[in-house]
């Protein structure tokens, strides 16, 4: 275990809407750009939500089942296709450390910041590692049907487990990814137009935990937050502040952000290169 040297502090699972989720990663960066602690966290999303990717195309979401089923949706800063995340079934976290601190290459990178997601998984007995090579693609605006790259994309059972994506901004990396615990495809489909790929196919590439182990939601919350506190701590030179709450300043910010990015139709509806 390899965690970057200097201050860390692990914030448990919170339940928040997506467009507060995305904010707090970039409030974060700015933290430890500031020469604050580095941040790893769990988290939640209340009301269930659909991260577009940053350049996907808003005409493959279907806004209207979306809005029926009181779905939040919200584009994220990182590429790839569109991720519903449900209250139950996902579980995300983020890593927020300082871009001098961790490998200039990319894969370099992503193994070295996925390392606690590998041991939560084996933390409960669930033999998951990257995918060994590229698997075809299904549906490009759905980003656990794209084709599965071996930087980033973790299997189990043959299957898609976890999905992990990085950018930087102000001097810090971000890493953030969902682990799926369990799998609801009609859902997931559904905020998409016209999906060509049918649940049961959905089902042949993602699994989730649940299928794997006989494992509650609150013990594998616990385990991808045991993996990143060992992480850190097993590393010289590190020191973590378990336990720890953003400030009222960075939740002051955080909610001044979202409403200004993640929640504003132009971020939100409007591609890369076409914003006012």
Known sequence: ????????RLIREERRPGPMQMALDEIAAETVAEGGPATVRTYRWDPDCLTMGYRQDPDTVDWGFCEREGIDVTRRQTGGGGIYHDGTGDIAYSIVVPGSAVPG????????LCEPVLDAFARLGIDADY?????PELYHPACYLRELHPAHDVVADGRKVAGNAQYRKRDAVIQHGSL???VDAERHLGTFVDPPVTADA?????VGMDELVDAD???AVDAVEEALSTWIEGT?????????SWTADELDRARDLADAKYRDDDWVRTQPGKRR
């Open 131 to 135: 995918v060994d090579g590229p698997v």
């Open 1 to 8: 275990m390899t965690a970057p040297e200097g201050d860390w």
């Open 217 to 219: 939601r609150e013990t």
């Open 180 to 182: 799926t615990y369990s």
């Open 202 to 206: 959905f089902r042949e590439r993602v």
């Open 105 to 112: 290459e990319l894969l370099d990178c992503y193994h070295l």
């Open 236 to 244: 010289d030179g590190t020191s973590l502040t378990t336990d720890a």
